[in-house]
């Protein structure tokens, strides 16, 4: 009778493991398990048993190996802190995981020298593809992502990396904010904008003032503030609002959080909202919780609803189509985006 070696206890189950245990040969363990070639179905069913049994993993650096695929992908956020990522990277994760993909989370904080740092690290472990959400590169940046794996940038898009680019309308968005507030009887209209760096900063702001001349609302000196998609930006900006003359009925935000720091600052100077300025947000960053929170707080944020998990989803099929067809021509996706009408806005 033929004794069998089992694997000493501790140890990682190896390929000759369970060629030993299930009396099959070298070749039909490594098609069974590879799921490619031919092997009988009793045959495959008693290897993935034996192999389950062992406690056996494929080896990731020897699939890399055979492969040149390390079926690992980078997603660099700006900021994990803030409730529009999650939801993007939760839509991004669906697909990839799904195609046997695992994800590399980093967060770079918006500072340039730690974006640096993680790029340089996940290209250190050979991801195959990298997914940029809102993140501006520098030189540095650049040069590193040159030569290295496809990329796919969502809701800021990159003068000289050549990627596809996923991301919300932002024209049909502003133009839905102007003519609710042109609804209401305002005219006199304030924005504050994203980074100048940012490319969806610049395309807000280029929507905006086309906007206003095409409804032939003023663009009075004071009304166009450069922010930086932080909080503080918006509570800073509310001293040069109050001294525009004519001061401004309404105030497009960049964002939710800017949008909320407006409204704090206002109520500091004695202001109503929306009584005596209304106050609009971008990205629905909050979602359905802002209910909740108007209870508590008196008032919804009226904002611009992004589609936040379809963004992440369609930049991961972008990515999984640009790895697999690397000539393919560089695609651009933008989808439509929705009006969320709450409390922080009313007549002028």
Sequence with gaps: MKKRVMQSTGS??????????S???????SRALAGKGYVSPDKKQLILDTAEKLGYRVSTLA?????????????????????LFPAIVKGIDEVVSAAGYTLFLCNTDENSQRQQTLIRSLLDR?????I????????ASRNLLKNGPPC????????????????PDNVQAINL?????????????ACITG???????RERKEAYLAGMQRLNFPVQPGYVIEGDYHGSSGKKAVAQLLQCQPQPTAVLAANDFVALNVINGLIEQGMAVPDDISVCGFDDAFGMHFSALARLQEKGLTTIAQPKRELGQAAARALLTRINNPHEAISRTILPVTLQVRDTSGKA
Aim: a positive charge; glycine letters at 6%.
């Design 126 to 130: 050979h991801i195959d593809g990298l």
């Design 152 to 167: 796919v940038f969502v809701n800021r898009m990159p003068s000289t990396v050549k990627g596809d680019y996923i991301g």
């Design 177 to 189: 904010l102007l003519e609710h507030l042109q609804s209401l009887g305002h005219r006199h209209i």
């Design 132 to 139: 940029l959400v809102s993140q501006t590169l520098n030189e």
């Design 195 to 201: 980074p100048a760096q940012s490319s969806t900063a």
């Design 23 to 29: 009396g099959m040969s070298r070749s039909t363990v």
């Design 63 to 83: 699939r890399a190996l055979r492969t040149q695929r390390s079926m690992t992908l980078g997603v660099l956020v700006a900021d994990i802190t803030n409730p």
């Design 12 to 21: 990682r189950a190896t390929l000759a493991d369970i060629v030993r245990e």
